[in-house]
């Protein structure tokens, strides 16, 4: 009750331990809860502080810090919200999945990542208990590379801030936890043109060699190529149209949410012909590419079948979607960037930014030529003779 609130109290004290004396503090928050917590080693040498060590006049700062926080109900766990971490991760995964709309690629991202690593972590713990100090604990011990480390930070960041929102839960503790650096080398790994058409040689069937030649020649993403309908196939146009995209048993739009069109290269129209006349009769709503039920494609089982084929063809193990670099790379060096943009279905040109040091720049070496080129009066071979002149031979002047 707000009349039971009483204002908040403490102190400082130091303990003596067998490393060197610790300093402590102790105080009631305004709910009647009181609070002992270890500050740090207490510096004893002359001279300003180690950080990390304590002063008593440092602890009583700490400690009237602490206590203005509370008594202006901003201090974090003052709020006891009675939710555990797990009943915040469910509800942002609710919220995700059907106030914001995420695709269900995406949400199986975060329920994956949530599973293995976030709830092993803090799944029992209360919210008031998962602090910057804990989770900054946890983030060191994970063995991960810097990118999935720093997407666990972003979901964990995720989870409380929509706890702030519901439970009124006073603080982001996660928005005080550094993200790991991660070096950005800009590197892809793509096919070469020979590759490509060995991988589709090798293929299990005349459909995964249709469909290993339509991403490396459309870039078009795995889920993208197994929603594809017959109608999105305009071989007049000499175009495919991205409609949708099918992952995990979901029919959703494409990644970007946009309709886009691509070229149909004549390889592609003649492989994707001869699909088309593998039966007497095929509907512009039938799916291009057919699983063995009739319906849509196993993603999994399309995968085991590409890592079969690179085997059998002697190539470096390299992902499904990079069929789809291969695309971005190749088309670089031929079309515009803002072209290249639309084709891949890239929302931001920053993403496709990363292929432009795959495009060939020939004048550049000229370029440079004429920018060290001598004046007409003199030659390169001149300006080389001349630069033994200074002491009028070459060698040790014997």
């Known amino acids: 009750m707000a ?11 130091r303990v003596e331990r067998v490393r060197g004396p610790v300093w402590y503090a102790k105080y009631r928050l305004p709910d009647g809860r009181q609070v002992q917590k270890k500050l740090g080693p207490a510096w004893t040498a002359r001279g300003r502080p180690a950080a990390g060590y304590y002063t008593k006049r440092l602890a009583e700062d700490w400690l009237r810090s602490t206590l203005e926080d509370a008594r202006r109900g901003t201090l974090p766990g003052m709020v006891r919200t009675g939710v555990t971490f797990a009943d915040a991760a469910a509800e942002y995964l609710r919220y995700i999945e059907h106030d914001r709309g995420r695709k269900p690629s995406t949400v199986h991202g975060y329920r994956s990542a949530l599973n293995a690593h976030l709830l092993p972590a803090f799944g029992s713990m209360a919210l008031e208990e998962v602090t910057t100090e804990v ?17 666990l930070l972003i979901e964990l960041h995720g989870i409380l801030g929509r706890a702030r929102k519901v439970w ?3 603080s982001n503790a996660a928005a005080d936890v550094e993200k790991t650096p991660a070096r950005q080398t800009g590197d892809i790994q793509v096919f070469s043109p020979e ?12 459909q995964d060699a249709a469909m290993y ?11 993208e190529l197994l929603a594809l309908r017959w109608r999105d196939v305009d071989f007049a146009g000499a175009v495919i149209r991205v409609r949708a995209s099918y992952y995990n048993g979901a029919l959703t739009t494409p990644k970007s949410g946009k309709v886009r069109s691509v070229p149909l290269a004549p390889d592609v129209a003649t492989a994707l012909a001869r ?11 039938d799916l291009v590419f057919v699983g063995e039920t009739g319906g849509y494609v196993d993603g999994s089982a399309l995968r085991r079948r590409y890592k079969a084929a690179l085997v059998a063809a002697g190539l470096r193990p390299l992902r499904f979607h990079d069929l789809r670099h291969t695309f971005g790379t190749r088309m670089i060096a031929k079309a515009d960037i803002r072209r290249v ?10 993403t496709t930014m990363k292929y432009l040091h795959y495009a060939p720049h020939a004048e550049d070496a ?10 007409e009066a003199g030659t390169e071979g001149d300006a080389l003779g001349r630069s033994g002149d200074a002491t009028g031979r070459f060698g040790d002047g014997s």
């Open 195 to 206: 590759e490509v058409w060995a991988l589709v040689r090798v293929a299990d069937g005349s």
């Open 275 to 285: 699909l088309g006349r593998r039966e007497a009769w095929v509907g512009d709503d």
């Open 168 to 170: 009124g839960l006073q």
């Open 135 to 151: 989770i900054e604990r946890w983030l060191a011990g994970v063995k991960l590379g810097p990118r999935s480390r720093n997407k």
């Open 366 to 375: 000229r370029l440079v030529a004429e920018a060290f080129a001598l004046p």
């Open 3 to 13: 009349g039971s609130l009483v204002p908040p109290t403490g102190h400082v004290f």
């Open 341 to 350: 943009q639309e084709w891949m279905g890239h929302a931001d040109i920053q």
């Open 213 to 223: 030649l339509t991403a490396a020649f459309t870039g078009l993403r795995m889920g």
